[in-house]
């Protein structure tokens, strides 16, 4: 799933100038992978949104199936 919300206004670092926030959650998300798909979603949303990477934030959370509801039941 993608929400992209570009009405919103993000301070970050002391300035206003685009920046990005991504809320990246699996079932199963190991630690060790963050590190790669960091680089990976920093470098695919430079080149589709033009932002620096050093303007992008990333949340990694890694979530129990019982706390994704999907089609009236959880994973």
């Not at 680089?39 to 990694?60: H, N, Q, W």
């Not at 706390?67 to 959880?74: A, D, L, V």
Request: glycine fraction near 6%; include cysteine.
């Amino acid at each position: 799933m993608i929400l992209f919300d570009s009405k919103s206004d993000i301070y970050f670092v002391q300035s206003y100038d685009p920046a990005l926030f991504i809320q990246f959650k699996s079932i199963g998300l190991q630690d060790e992978a963050t590190s790669v798909l960091s680089d990976k979603i920093c470098t695919m949303a430079e080149g589709l949104f033009k932002v620096s990477p050093e303007r992008i934030y990333i949340e990694f959370a890694n979530v129990s199936g019982t706390m994704w509801g999907w089609n009236k039941r959880t994973f």
